[in-house]
């Protein structure tokens, strides 16, 4: 069961254009993914459209395409190694999204592209795009500057369909190391972290938001890009 089942049969949400569901954690990376495939594909083997499908219903949540973003080329990686592992079909994404992008991948049989955030968050769209499957937007990772994921939530909000958008995320992450304390761990393995290997809480992302937002106050401007959270904090400090 992923965080995106419960959409499928809920006709009340089929009108909503974008949805943001609380992040959902696991203990570690090797856990995190097996069971974040496990939403993959489930997400992928979801009914695809049909050719008689009456224009008003093209937007249809349980006809699903999905993005898998990273903030970091090192985690970018390291989903293209887990996703090649579990055999699951994807393409890359290499620039940002433009109109011929659209174009490109209208009756498209992929189901799942990779890419880094910022090719999203420097896709401008227009009038003229438009995409005819919902969008599930999966992050896998947080940036220690919480405007870049601000903006990555913002370029989901303006995705021409309905999208949903969550973030996967182990405690282990070098940019949560800050705001998981004693008691929020303690929290999490009363949900059952342990047992059920991922869970999701909004408590803990509004946590997490704060602390980073507090982190982010402390610094005289923009990080210098590095290839992972690592990289970051030691170029950059803080955290």
Avoid: C
């Amino acid at each position: 069961m992923g965080i995106f089942d419960f959409l499928r049969d809920s006709p009340l949400l089929r009108p909503l254009s974008f949805q943001r569901h609380p992040d959902s954690f696991a203990t570690n990376r090797a856990t995190l993914y097996e069971k974040l495939l496990e939403v993959v594909d489930s997400l992928i083997q979801q009914p695809k459209q049909t050719k008689n499908r009456s224009k008003k219903d093209s937007l249809r949540p349980n006809d699903s395409t999905v993005f898998i973003a990273a903030h970091f080329p090192a985690e970018f990686f390291r989903v293209q190694n887990e996703l090649q592992k579990r055999g699951i079909e994807y393409e890359f994404i290499t620039r940002p999204l433009d109109s011929q992008w659209f174009l490109d991948t209208a009756g498209s049989p992929h189901a799942v592209y990779l890419t880094l955030a910022e090719f999203l968050t420097e896709t401008t769209f227009n009038e003229n795009m438009a995409f005819d499957s919902a969008l599930n937007l999966i992050v896998v990772d947080r940036h220690p500057e919480p405007f870049r994921d601000a903006a990555l939530e913002q370029f989901a909000r303006n995705f021409p369909a309905i999208t949903r958008m969550g973030y996967f995320l182990a405690l282990e992450d070098r940019v949560l190391h800050s705001a998981i304390n004693e008691t929020t761990l303690t929290v999490l393995k009363q949900m059952g972290i342990e047992d059920q290997g991922l869970v999701s809480s909004s408590i803990i992302s509004k946590r997490i938001n704060k602390v980073l937002a507090r982190e982010q106050k402390r610094r005289t401007g923009e990080g210098t890009p590095t290839e992972s959270a690592e990289d970051w904090f030691e170029l950059n400090g803080g955290g």
